[in-house]
């Protein structure tokens, strides 16, 4: 059983800030800004390109609410899924990423030389 199915059965502890039947939410246990929070469904995904839009939608009122619980709906957040190799995914079930609380910078991407590919 993979690590963030671990958790949604509370094999592992986490500091949950919201939960429902389909989706989970837990802080980060190394955050990168004020606010960082992993949402995940219940069920196992791999990644965000093994996700149905069925899973989607509810999730996208789940990112929404958590927004609001942590009080960075209105100042602004951002939300990051990492996929595969390249993409940066460490844990091998689907997260969401969202991160607020301060005026978040636009980097740590790989230096890109986009000849060739427009
Ligand atoms: P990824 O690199 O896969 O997009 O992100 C994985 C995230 O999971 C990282 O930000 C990392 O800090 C977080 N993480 C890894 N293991 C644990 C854990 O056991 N508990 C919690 N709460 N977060 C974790
Ligand atoms: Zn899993």
Redesign the pocket.
């Known amino acids: 059983m993979c ?2 199915c671990k ?1 949604t059965n509370k094999e ?1 502890p ?2 949950i800030i919201l939960e429902d039947e389909n989706y989970l939410a ?7 800004a004020p606010v ?1 929070i ?1 949402a995940i469904p219940k069920v196992h995904v791999d990644s965000f390109h093994e996700l149905s839009p069925e899973i989607m939608t509810g999730m996208t009122s789940f990112i929404q609410e958590i927004a609001r619980k942590t009080s960075i709906d209105k100042s602004g957040y951002r939300v ?3 996929i595969g190799e390249n ?6 079930h689907l ?1 969401f ?1 969202i991160l607020g609380g301060t005026k978040l910078k636009w980097g740590h991407f790989a230096d890109a030389d986009p000849k060739g590919l427009f």
């Not at 993409?87 to 091998?92: A, D, L, N, T």
Request: glycine content about 12%; proline content about 4%; cysteine-free.
């Open positions: 690590l963030f958790i592992i986490s500091n837990f802080h980060d246990i190394n955050p990168k960082h992993l990051i899924t990492n993409g940066g995914q460490e844990v091998g997260h990423h």
